[in-house]
């Protein structure tokens, strides 16, 4: 991860941080390990995470932050990557207006988690 793409992306994705997912140290630790993904645009990010469950492989939206329409405008590149992962679905866990902005992309509510099948 280049410094300059994380210091555009960090005020869009440092509110959207929760206690229980770390501080910004772990979540840049994980960015420069490989063990999540930054994706930038011109005025938002999304951080994902390729995930293990019994389901399968899916990836995780961990975090996103910035304009709405940015961050859609990055949702089908983010899906063919995670098909060419070999992820079966996609998953968020977010506040409630999100239901609202997805369910127009084949996003549905499964108690807290929005999920889709790739």
Known sequence: MRAAVWAACRAWLLPALRPQDGDEAAL????IAGRAQLWAGEAGAVVTQCI????GRS???WLAGGQLETILAL?????AWARGLGCTAITIEGRPGWTRV????GYQRHGEILRRSL
Do not use: C, F, S, T
Request: aromatic share 0%; no cysteine; net charge negative.
């Open 102 to 105: 997805l369910r127009a992309h």
């Open 28 to 31: 840049r630790a994980d960015l």
């Open 75 to 79: 949702r089908p590149g983010v899906e």
């Open 59 to 61: 990836l995780h939206i």
């Open 52 to 55: 293990e469950n019994a389901e």
